[in-house]
C-alpha cells in the first residue's frame, strides 16, 4: 500500500470463501490528521451528518479452502479525512497513499446481457468517474432504521458490520429502488472474487457479479442520473483500454462523454471487477495474467499479489 501512480493492487480469492472476523482493531491517528479529520467534519455534522461506524482490513490470510479478514471498525469522518489528505497532498497525510476502510458491492448485469454503470456526481471524490452502483463501505447505516445512531459505539462490534450477506442485501434493495423493481429480481453471488485497492479509490474493496430479472428497456431510470449499459461483446475491449484511458486527469473526466460503451473510464474498483468476474459475467474465458500485462504496457501498475497456501498481509493502523 505504499504504491505511487496510476496503481491497482489485487488479491485473488480464487473460490476460496471468505471468513470475516471482528478483532476488535482500531485506528490510531497523528495528532496533526487527526485535528484535520475533525475540523474537516464540522460542517458536515452541523448539517447533520452522521459518522457511521466502517468495518476495515486489519489482516488476510489464506488457506487451502478458505480466506480470513481479521477486520476491526473505523467513523466513516476518519475515512474522510484520510482520503481528503492524500488527494491535498498534505505533509501528515499516510505515506501509503491509501486506507484500508472496506466497500463491497457488485457488478450488475441486465436479462439482455449488459452491465450497468453510472457516473458519479461531481461533489464526490474522483468525480464524473463510471463505476458499477450501488456499492459502497460496509458501514452501520446500512443495516439501521433511521432512527437509530449509526455512530453509537455498540455498532463498532455488531456482527451485520463484518456480515457480507447483511451488507450486500442492503445493496441489493437499493437497486431494486433505485431501477424500480422488487428486491426479488435482484440477485447476487455472495462468494467474493478478490480483496483489492487503486490509485482512484484509495481504499480497499471486494467484490462479486449480480443480476437483474428485467431488461434493459424495463427499468426506471432516476433523473438526473446518468447510467452507461455495456453490452457483453463489449467488454473485453472496454477493459483492454483502460490502460490509456486511466491517463486521463480528473479535469479531463469532467466532460469526456465518449460514444462507444467500450471507451468510457472506469473507477479502478469497476475495472478489477470486470477482469475476475468476467467469466462469471459472460461465461467466456479471460486471461487475466495476460490482461493485466497489456494494462501496465498502457499505463497502469497492477499488481497481483501472491495468495497461496499460508500467505498472509498485514495492513496499516496508524496513520
Not at 69 to 80: K, L, T
Not at 135 to 150: D, K, T, V, W
Not at 191 to 198: C, E, K, R, S, Y
Request: glycine share 6%; proline share 5%.
Amino acid at each position: 500500500m505504499t504504491r505511487q501512480g496510476r496503481w491497482i493492487d489485487v488479491y485473488p480469492f480464487s473460490g476460496r470463501n471468505l471468513i470475516m472476523t471482528d478483532n476488535k482493531a482500531r485506528v490510531t491517528l497523528n495528532r496533526e490528521l487527526s485535528d484535520y479529520c475533525s475540523e474537516l467534519w464540522v460542517p458536515r455534522a452541523q448539517e447533520g451528518w452522521k459518522s457511521s461506524w466502517v468495518a476495515f482490513a486489519d489482516k488476510v490470510s489464506f488457506s487451502d479452502d478458505s480466506v480470513k479478514v481479521d477486520a476491526g471498525a473505523m467513523r466513516y469522518h476518519v475515512i474522510n479525512g484520510v482520503i481528503t489528505s492524500i488527494e491535498e497532498g498534505k505533509d501528515f497525510a499516510p505515506k501509503q497513499r491509501c486506507i484500508n476502510s472496506l466497500s463491497v458491492g457488485f457488478l450488475t448485469t441486465t436479462k439482455d446481457a449488459k452491465i450497468i454503470f453510472q457516473r458519479r456526481p461531481p461533489n464526490v471524490h474522483y468525480p464524473n468517474t463510471l463505476i458499477h452502483e450501488p456499492c459502497g463501505y460496509m458501514a452501520s447505516r446500512n443495516f439501521l432504521s433511521e432512527e437509530s445512531n449509526p455512530e453509537d459505539e455498540e455498532y463498532a462490534h455488531d456482527p451485520r458490520l463484518f456480515s457480507l450477506e447483511t451488507q450486500l442485501n442492503s445493496r441489493k434493495n437499493e437497486i431494486a429502488e433505485t431501477f424500480g423493481l422488487s428486491p426479488e429480481q435482484v440477485n447476487y453471488d455472495l462468494a467474493q472474487d478478490f480483496l483489492g485497492a487503486g490509485w482512484r479509490t484509495l481504499e480497499m474493496y471486494f467484490s462479486t457479479t449480480g443480476k437483474i430479472n428485467a431488461e434493459q428497456k424495463d427499468l426506471k431510470l432516476l433523473k438526473g442520473k446518468e447510467f452507461v449499459f455495456v453490452p457483453f461483446e463489449n467488454v473485453k475491449e472496454l477493459i483492454h483500454n483502460q490502460g490509456k484511458l486511466s491517463q486521463l486527469s480528473q479535469a479531463d473526466l469532467v466532460g469526456y462523454r465518449p460514444e462507444s460503451p467500450q471507451d468510457i473510464p472506469l473507477l479502478d474498483e469497476s475495472l478489477v471487477g470486470l477482469m475476475w468476474g468476467y467469466e462469471k459475467i459472460t461465461g467466456e474465458k479471460l486471461d487475466v495474467r495476460e490482461t493485466v500485462d497489456r494494462l501496465n504496457r498502457d499505463g497502469l501498475s497492477i499488481m497481483i499479489h501472491d495468495t497461496s497456501l499460508e500467505r498472509a498481509y498485514k495492513f496499516p493502523t496508524e496513520f
